[in-house]
């Protein structure tokens, strides 16, 4: 293997050296090799685009600035801090619209007195949302001892004032999401339909199937941060989706991955990450965002929990693929 590694730097600096006195132009250098020799370069070195500078391949995101101007660290998995909440949330009962004082740290109704689109618009930028938002008013039977407050805007940021009013405010964000055209699903274990589970996508590395994911936006997908362990480089990822088998066909780019705790090594309570592709999904009977839930959301006792993932099978002993299986648990609340 050391071999192989010292051959490699002595071809490639051969050819570097030719390519240079060929072409007279640094960065055209890369054009002038053959596939197969680009191929085996990138397949040991990082190219420091900026110095025309090869580094192992292994200094490619692991944190230290190994080229001159720190390009092998630029497109790498990002590690998000965990910051303060955001100021706004809907409860899962009607989708009725809190807001937070950041002074007290307490949560209040937002009602809808002098409530307006432009505040509906912000409250939705801060959770996210970009599409444009309707809202209506509401009785709000049960205010589970939290305050109505009429909320101004200052800043792009909902803020409450003292007010007595009864009405509360309904926000409807037009993002369907939890839909299949294939309902009921079929009890038990076995091999799934896409039709089914058209959230269910494939994280591919190196045109391996590493992870799965799930579609919550047709330019983000939800997964798990240790899935990025060891393969934080961003070029080496392809997402799939629409496809129950496993397929490197039309597969997308990924052009951010987001973790939100660094210490991410074994699976544990901040296992998650989010997957910004390059572009967006096109929504259809087998690409379909799955549904987040609401931060007061409770799952009923014995309501079913679904497991879907991608596996081999062996078909008459002969053929193995990659499918995708689903499996159903309980809950035990
Ligand atoms: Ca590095």
Redesign the pocket.
């Known amino acids: 293997m050391q071999k192989l590694g010292v051959k490699l730097q002595g071809t490639f600096a051969l050819l570097w050296g030719g390519v240079l006195r060929t072409v007279g132009i640094l960065p055209s250098w890369t054009l002038s090799l053959s596939p197969l020799v680009k191929a085996t370069l990138e397949h040991y070195y ?1 190219l420091c685009g900026k110095t025309i500078k090869f ?1 192992p391949l292994q ?9 001159s101007w ?1 390009e ?2 630029e497109n790498c998995v990002q590690l998000v801090p965990e910051g303060p909440p955001v100021g706004v949330r809907i409860s899962t009962d009607r989708a009725t619209l809190q807001v937070l004082n950041k002074e007290t740290g307490a949560w209040f109704w937002a009602c809808h007195d002098n409530f307006h689109m432009a505040l509906a618009k912000a409250a939705c930028k801060q959770m996210g949302y970009s599409s444009v938002p309707t809202f209506s008013a509401v009785d709000l039977a049960d205010t589970q001892g939290l305050p109505l407050r009429e909320v101004t805007l200052n800043n792009g940021v909902l803020q409450g004032q003292d007010s007595a009013k009864m009405l509360i405010y309904l926000l409807s964000l037009d993002a369907a999401c939890g839909e299949s055209v294939k309902s009921p699903r079929v009890v038990g274990g076995g091999q799934a339909r896409i039709y089914a589970w058209p959230w269910q996508v494939s994280l591919q590395h190196k045109t391996q199937h590493l992870c799965g994911g799930s579609i919550i936006d047709p330019r983000w997908i939800l997964t798990a941060a240790h899935c990025f362990r060891n393969n934080q480089a961003l070029q080496n990822w392809r997402v799939k989706a629409g496809s129950e088998i496993f397929s490197t066909f039309n597969t997308i780019p990924v052009e951010k991955i987001f973790i939100i705790d660094s210490n991410y090594m074994f699976p544990k309570d901040n296992d998650i990450a989010l997957v910004k592709l390059t572009s967006p999904l096109s929504i259809s009977d087998t690409i379909k965002p799955i549904c987040l839930p609401f931060f007061d959301e409770e799952l009923p006792s014995n309501a079913p929990l679904w497991v879907t993932g991608w596996g081999y099978t062996q078909q008459d002993g002969e053929f193995s693929r990659l499918v995708l299986y689903r499996t159903e648990l309980k809950t035990a609340l």
Do not use: A, V
């Open positions: 990082f580094i200094q490619q995101c692991n944190g230290q600035e190994d080229c720190g092998d660290e």
